[in-house]
């Protein structure tokens, strides 16, 4: 690949790691799933003996890995998620630019992966399907002893991240041998060699499983727990198509929508029927009230004399957004852009308005996700001589095979949020797709360049545009940006997102603010409760171990029925009498939902805990303590107990 090319993937790949690595800056819920586990494997349990980890070990094991070299930092797992994305990125690029030899095809591939911008703790299933497709083509194209082994390290490593992974990546695997060989004896040998392979690779887990917990318990246990993730907490309906109208697919947009929005203070005693006047007199829109006395309304007439007619009206006690000096909406109020396209009919053109909505994108998105296998058999098997390198129909079959399966697995509901996990494999088929249809254009005459580049472009952007929805592109490089209004909002949200990343222990980023329910639990645990001491959350909320800093006094950290069956019940109620955590902490629900999945459980906290405290909040947050253990003090205005 010319260095030129190559500069293109990087820059993409190191764009691609950047934007990731800020997101790990405010991380949601899910993402702590392995963190907390990492800690317990910090602080001295071991998996499946001591906690229950779902076949996720190299997912937390290269958590902690990551805290011990950089720290009790989000800064260590945002490293681990940069390079996975880096990687991922660049993998996609490379490939896609080799099979086809095309720069702009490759770039689509990888900027698809960018715009996907897919939580944090999903990269195992970019890395995964990233990694696996180039070893895939690889040994396809040059079979060898060799590349087998590698792909039998690569599917133990997915396995380890994930076992369902582990398994798509195995049903490649054999894809790529049928696809090289045939059915032939070589096609098991070479199979044989891959699985082999990854067999001995996770041998050494599999017999602690065995010895600690019963390996076929364990399958057992996670087949349960993938069947009811995957037909009752998820589903894989095929998605709905939101694009019916004209309007949905091209449309200029009003000039209203690009008005500046600016809040009006009105005065004492203005009656409802005057404050309509002064709509109709401004031509203002209402955006929202924001109090009893202030209205956020756009200015469909933003002109220095409108302006200063708007100041001085008597119903208007005050303006916020306006320059009253000059009677003008200041840069950070009013952004160029904006501007410009408030002023401009024909910037307001707006194409695939349909997908604005992230539900409608992420349906669109995943409609696409489905059908590309498809029309890349049918539209590039009687083209695959315009590959860069020699391309086997075999190959091209095999491989939409080996995409169909992991949309199959890892596409599932909601697709609004889940769109961006699937998008490694379609991105791939995407990038050949518009590769042979722009060489086939090269090759042919003005009008066939001109409709199939003209298609290729319409294919692009409606892909694009959905990924970029969906995956909530545009709002976080907003953020990252200052919401595009000045250089010191965009110092100010780089500058956050580094003080989030690097602070150690995490919860000191916090000091003295309040944060979330979990920040302030996990506030109160770490003052009050002593390190050698564990704590219990019935609900889902692994953050307030890691932002704590304390241990699990139980062995799972998900509340949903049918993820424990009848011994981990048993197992998670001797570990939490065996500790007997000063606090637990507890949702109002707790005794009618919580006991569904933990009866046992629940039964020994009704026993031994009381109430003593809760945050005045919508779902009824409780503090829970031991009845038999004496405080030392109080913390905090609502005079929770402290044990330390």
């Known amino acids: 690949m010319p260095r030129r090319t190559a500069l293109v993937g990087v820059l993409i790949a190191v764009l691609a790691a950047v934007h990731q690595m800020a997101q790990e800056s405010a991380p949601l819920n899910d993402d702590f799933s392995h963190l907390a586990l990492s800690r317990q494997v910090l602080g001295g349990d071991l998996p499946v003996r001591d906690f229950v980890e779902s076949g996720i070990t190299l997912t937390y094991g290269l958590s902690a890995a990551a805290q011990v070299a950089f720290g009790h930092r989000l800064l260590a797992e945002a490293i681990i998620v940069g390079i996975a994305f880096l990687v991922s990125t660049y993998a996609v690029f490379a490939l896609v630019r080799t099979l086809t030899g095309s720069t702009v095809a490759a770039a689509t591939a990888a900027i698809m992966v960018l715009l996907a911008g897919p939580r944090g703790y999903s990269y195992p299933k970019i890395i995964s399907y990233a990694v696996a497709a180039v070893l895939w083509w690889l040994y396809v194209r040059k079979p060898s002893r060799r590349a087998a082994i590698a792909l039998g390290v690569w599917t133990a490593l997915a396995f380890s991240w994930r076992p369902d992974h582990g398994v798509y990546v195995a049903i490649g695997v054999m894809l790529a041998m049928v696809a090289a060989h045939g059915f032939r004896l070589t096609t098991l040998t070479r199979g044989a060699v891959s699985a082999a392979t990854a067999l001995v690779l996770v041998l050494p887990f599999l017999l602690f499983v065995q010895r600690t917990h019963g390996l076929v318990s364990y399958a057992l246990d996670g087949v349960?727990?993938?069947?009811?993730?995957?037909?009752?907490?998820?589903?894989?309906?095929?998605?709905?198509?939101?694009?019916?109208?004209?309007?949905?697919?091209?449309?200029?947009?009003?000039?209203?929508?690009?008005?500046?929005?600016?809040?009006?203070?009105?005065?004492?005693?203005?009656?409802?029927?005057?404050?309509?006047?002064?709509?109709?007199?401004?031509?203002?829109?209402?955006?929202?009230?924001?109090?009893?006395?202030?209205?956020?309304?756009?200015?469909?007439?933003?002109?220095?004399?409108?302006?200063?007619?708007?100041?001085?009206?008597s119903a208007v006690s005050d303006t916020a957004g306006i320059d009253r000096s000059s009677a003008s909406i200041p840069m950070s109020e009013w952004p160029p852009w904006r501007r410009v396209r408030f002023r401009h009919g024909w910037l307001r053109l707006r194409v695939f308005a349909g997908l604005d909505d992230q539900r409608d994108a992420g349906e669109a998105a995943v409609t696409l996700f489905y059908l590309l296998p498809v029309v890349t058999f049918l539209a590039i098997a009687p083209l695959r001589r315009h590959f860069a390198v020699p391309v086997t129909p075999a190959a091209i079959v095999a491989f939409c095979a080996f995409a169909a399966v992991v949309d199959a697995g890892v596409l599932r509901t909601p697709y609004s949020l889940r769109a961006a996990d699937g998008v490694v494999m379609p991105a791939i088929l995407l990038g050949l797709l518009v590769g042979v249809a722009l060489t086939v254009a090269a090759a042919g005459g003005r009008r066939r360049r001109v409709a199939l580049r003209s298609a290729v472009a319409v294919l692009i952007l409606f892909s694009m545009t959905a990924m970029a929805t969906a995956g909530q592109f545009g709002e976080r490089l907003g953020y990252l940006a200052g919401d595009w209004r000045s250089v010191a909002r965009l110092r100010g949200a780089w500058s956050d997102t580094a003080r989030r990343l690097v602070a150690s222990p995490p919860l000191r980023y916090w000091d003295g603010a309040d944060g979330t329910v979990a920040i302030r639990f996990a506030k109160y645990a770490n003052a009050c409760v002593p390190p050698s001491d564990r704590i219990a959350v019935l609900w889902f909320a692994p953050e307030i171990y890691y932002y704590s800093d304390r241990l699990m006094a139980i062995r799972h950290l998900v509340f949903a029925p049918g993820l424990a069956s009848p011994i981990e019940q048993r197992w998670t109620a001797e570990k939490f009498i065996r500790w007997s955590p000063p606090v637990v902490f507890a949702q109002s629900g707790v005794w009618t939902y919580t006991r569904t999945v933990f009866p046992e459980l629940v039964a020994d906290v009704e026993r031994d805990y009381v109430q003593a405290g809760s945050l005045d909040d919508d779902e009824g947050y409780l503090v829970l303590v031991r009845r038999d253990r004496t405080a030392t003090g109080t913390w905090g205005p609502r005079a929770w107990p402290c044990f330390r």
């Open 224 to 313: 349960s727990q993938a069947e009811t993730h995957h037909t009752v907490m998820d589903a894989h309906p095929w998605p709905r198509w939101p694009l019916h109208r004209l309007s949905d697919i091209v449309q200029f947009a009003p000039a209203q929508a690009f008005a500046p929005i600016v809040s009006l203070r009105w005065a004492e005693g203005t009656t409802p029927d005057a404050r309509a006047a002064v709509f109709a007199r401004h031509h203002l829109a209402a955006v929202a009230e924001e109090d009893a006395r202030t209205t956020r309304v756009r200015l469909t007439d933003p002109g220095a004399k409108a302006i200063v007619a708007l100041i001085n009206d």
